[in-house]
């Protein structure tokens, strides 16, 4: 079938072997080793908690520099600042305040890409934190298989929000870097 610019509407083809986190195939680079003291694979299952995006706020720095963060919340009142850079700030705010530029923006054509894919971004999570890196992962569905894709916490909450899908964080990472709010 043909769509309204003329291209060919195909089937997307989804591998059946996941991908690793550069998008190279698993296996094909098996005696590939990561960086000294990288997380190793659990192989556990992780428990996971939904939180919301709270805001993109702003602190500036000594000589005029500034530094933004995004705050994620859990139903606990448990709180992380996660640091970002500017365009994703600025990406994450017009998601959240349900604004849109003239133009997509990345995200917005990251989000539209799937759809026209016939996919779905089911959920992102927060799911490591090592070396005051956050690490993050984007569940995306297509044809009844779910494809994960690593991703800096940023785009993927960017992604996330454009997309109403929910935000998880790993209780390891909300353990390690969360700080109680006061109600």
């Known amino acids: 079938m043909v769509d309204e610019f003329g291209f060919q509407e195909e089937e997307p083809e989804i591998p059946d072997e996941p991908f690793g986190g550069e998008g190279f195939a698993e296996g094909e680079f098996k005696d590939a080793k990561p960086p000294e003291g990288f ?31 995004v705050l994620l919340r859990d139903t606990r009142g448990r709180s992380v600042l996660i640091q970002i850079g500017r365009f994703e700030a600025l990406a ?15 995200h917005d054509l990251m989000n539209n890409m799937v759809n026209r894919l016939g996919g779905k971004v089911d959920r992102i999570l927060v799911d490591d934190l090592f070396n005051s890196t956050y690490y ?8 009844g298989k779910t494809v994960q894709i690593d991703s800096r916490p940023s785009d993927a909450i960017a992604l996330g929000i454009r997309a109403k899908a929910p935000i998880f964080m ?14």
């Open 92 to 106: 994450i705010s017009v998601a959240l305040e349900g604004k849109s530029a003239d133009r997509p923006m990345t």
């Open 39 to 69: 997380p190793e694979d659990r192989g556990e299952p992780l428990e996971e908690h939904e939180v919301k995006v709270m805001g993109v706020y702003e602190q500036q720095e000594q000589g005029g520099r500034s530094t933004a963060f």
């Open 136 to 143: 993050a992962k984007i569940d995306i569905s297509v044809n």
């Open 170 to 183: 790993a209780e390891s990472v909300l353990r390690e870097a969360a700080v109680q709010e006061e109600f």
